[in-house]
């Protein structure tokens, strides 16, 4: 399927959780989407979700455009949910690209990589819904392949 958002969700995560500060930080909750159940019991934090919304194919070229919000969680303060983002977005920029994960032999387990850029300024703010503080930030990106 050409320009898959499952694979650019899972390419990003898969990014985000090699590197050893961002684990530091949320463990392994890097999720691709909010959850449904607003349930106190359910919520774990602190954590980092990855939101990919609509986007451009074009059919002259293998790209599509991709808008990317990202969100640092956190239930103690406003700097830890800030201190997420920010190493999020650190993994992001640091790249000249994102690239799939790779299975045993070495290949590719996708046939798409991505490259983002920061797009707007950041947003703090306090969820009620969730009892929890946010910074999210959106970027503009393209899904190569």
């Not at 919520?43 to 969100?71: D, M, N």
């Not at 700097?79 to 920010?86: L, V």
């Not at 290949?107 to 929890?132: K, M, R």
């Amino acid at each position: 399927m050409p320009y898959d958002a499952r694979e650019m969700k899972q390419i990003l995560r898969h990014n985000l959780l090699l590197d050893a500060t961002l684990v530091d930080l949320v463990a392994h909750r890097v999720f691709t989407a909010h959850g449904r159940d607003t349930e106190e019991a359910t919520r774990h934090f602190p954590t980092l979700i990855v939101e990919l919304r609509g986007g451009s194919e074009f059919e002259a070229a293998p790209v599509a455009r991709r808008q990317l919000f990202l969100y640092g969680y956190s239930n103690v303060s406003q700097d830890q949910a800030s201190e997420i983002y920010g190493a999020a977005a650190d993994v992001i920029r640091r790249g000249v690209g994102l690239s799939p994960p790779v299975d045993g032999s070495g290949d590719p387990c996708f046939d798409s990589c991505g490259y983002f850029t920061p797009q707007n300024v950041v947003l703090d703010g306090w969820n009620s819904q969730i009892g929890a503080w946010f910074t999210r930030g959106s970027w503009i990106g393209w899904q190569i392949g």
